[in-house]
């Protein structure tokens, strides 16, 4: 038994909910079987997931481009959920990638929501809240996951713009590129 399900139930739990979030936004089970859902369920690492599913990704993201759209999973799925799905997105490059992308970034409820599918997007280990490295970390990990996005869509015309734009309307502060 993992010692730190012992010692944190509440982090379990949501653990487990981002794991069941994630699978219901990208059908992982029935394109890549059940080691990917193995994969999203027990990695610290989104990496390893993506790893997991790239034989068959353009399935995966199709599956997840049509999830998307439905508003009741993505709203019911944590940011770190959605982060995870457009991390999938963001392996390879389609047009219909941009919409995908915006679609998800456009339905964060809060600020908070959405600087969270940033950080995540990032793929960057936080330390601990307690950590005094905690609010530098975080803030460098949101820049890093504007600039991701903004540089997967440098070649889709004004797609930054769009980016920039909505951060904006966030009151969230960011470095252009």
């Known amino acids: 038994m993992n010692d730190s399900i012992a010692q944190d139930p509440l982090e379990s ?9 994630a699978v219901q936004l990208c059908n992982a089970g029935k394109i890549a079987g059940s080691a990917a859902v ?10 390893l997931w993506l790893l997991s599913i790239r034989p ?18 993505l709203k019911a799925a944590p940011p770190e959920s ?8 963001m392996e390879t490059k389609e047009d219909e990638d941009y919409d995908a992308i915006l679609n998800v ?5 809060t600020e ?11 793929q960057m280990q936080l330390p601990a809240k307690e950590d005094p490295e905690y609010a530098k970390a975080s ?4 820049q890093e996951g504007i600039r991701r996005i903004v540089i997967f869509g440098k070649s889709e015309d004004g797609f930054d713009k769009l ?12 470095e252009q590129l």
Not at 82 to 89: M, Y
Not at 163 to 174: A, C, E, Q
Request: aromatic fraction near 6%.
């Open 13 to 21: 739990a949501f653990e487990a909910i981002r794991a069941y979030a």
């Open 38 to 47: 193995g994969a999203i369920e027990s990695a610290k690492e989104i990496s």
């Open 56 to 73: 068959k990704i353009a399935e995966v993201k199709r599956v997840i481009r049509m999830n998307i759209l439905d508003e009741n999973k």
């Open 82 to 89: 959605q982060a995870q799905a457009l991390l999938a997105i």
């Open 105 to 109: 970034l456009r339905a964060a409820k």
């Open 112 to 122: 908070h929501e959405l600087k969270w599918i940033l950080r995540k997007i990032s």
């Open 139 to 142: 803030g460098e990990a949101l």
């Open 163 to 174: 980016i920039y734009s909505l951060l904006n309307k966030n009151g969230i502060k960011y």
